[in-house]
């Protein structure tokens, strides 16, 4: 199967997915940021229709456009922490209704299901090119920002006190999180990407391990997960994207599962 250029293609991006996603998934879930992820997945397909209008790579158009309203997201979250959820609600509103009008217009004449699904069909060099580079700066940054990023997790007024420049690094986490979309749209699908950004996460924290070590066991899943439901998915004919959420759920499963006959064991 490796021997069609569209699987090559479709492998290399998957392993940078599963490299990025369970990495920025970290923070979202333990800060109990999944919801905004979630609303900038559903935000990325304005970018891909805007993209596909104005005939730009829409990998990098949903990247610019969700990075606008994770931007905006922060902004007035940190401004009414009260109205935290409608907030999610206005801006996912607002961005799948750009979305729905500019395809709905009959102005744009692309495929949009691919990135909708996922699809591996559908991967070009171009795409490849694309997701390194988003990747490679989503990598750097969070190496860069983790010990900041890790104090906000646990103990963001402490953070505060300790003189953390947290409205900056809160922004650039916004950033993070659409790049991390963005990479993900070609092969997972806009309409799954939340459930391989927070799952591999939640499945590495039902082993109870430390923070780091639990980064490292949800990359590992994600790893699985993708790989799992890119090989499905080719060999059932069916999007990737669907079939790597149920991969993903059924891997959840089984480690619960597993966890729950170990005490039984035992005793």
């Known amino acids: ?5 569209f699987m090559q293609n479709a492998f290399i991006v998957a392993i940078l997915i599963s490299l990025v996603c369970p990495l920025i998934g970290m923070f979202l879930v333990l800060r109990r940021y999944s919801m905004i992820g979630d609303s900038l997945a559903h935000a990325s397909l304005a970018g891909v229709a805007l993209g596909l209008l104005l005939d730009l790579n829409p990998i990098l158009s949903a990247f ?4 606008f309203f994770g931007l905006l997201i922060e902004a007035l979250r940190q401004r009414f922490r009260q109205y935290a959820e409608l907030i999610l609600v206005i801006i996912l509103s607002l961005s799948v209704g750009i979305a729905i009008t500019i395809i709905s217009s009959g102005v744009v004449h692309a495929n949009v299901e691919s990135f909708l699904f996922g699809s591996i069909l559908t991967v070009t060099r171009q795409d490849v090119w694309s997701v390194l580079f988003l990747s490679v700066v989503s990598l750097a940054m969070i ?3 983790y010990p900041q990023l890790v104090l906000l997790t646990f103990d963001e007024d402490g953070a505060k006190i300790a003189g953390v420049r947290y ?7 916004a950033v993070l999180v659409a790049a991390t979309i963005s990479v993900s749209i070609r092969i997972v699908g806009i309409l799954v990407i939340s459930s ?3 799952l591999p996460v939640a499945t590495a924290l039902q082993l109870q391990k430390g923070f780091r070590r639990t980064m ?9 997960d993708l790989m799992g439901g890119l090989f499905l998915s080719y060999w059932i004919d069916a999007a990737p994207g669907g079939v790597t959420a149920l991969v993903s759920v059924a891997v959840l499963l089984a480690v ?8 039984a064991r035992r005793s």
Do not use: D, W
């Not at 409205?167 to 986490?173: D, E, V, W």
């Open 167 to 173: 409205r900056l690094i809160n922004y650039a986490f």
């Open 1 to 5: 199967m490796f021997e069609y250029a």
């Open 216 to 224: 490292e066991l949800s990359v590992l899943f994600s790893f699985l």
């Open 196 to 198: 391989l950004i927070a």
């Open 64 to 67: 610019g456009l969700t990075s």
């Open 143 to 145: 190496v860069r920002l």
């Open 256 to 263: 619960i599962a597993g966890r729950s006959l170990v005490p």
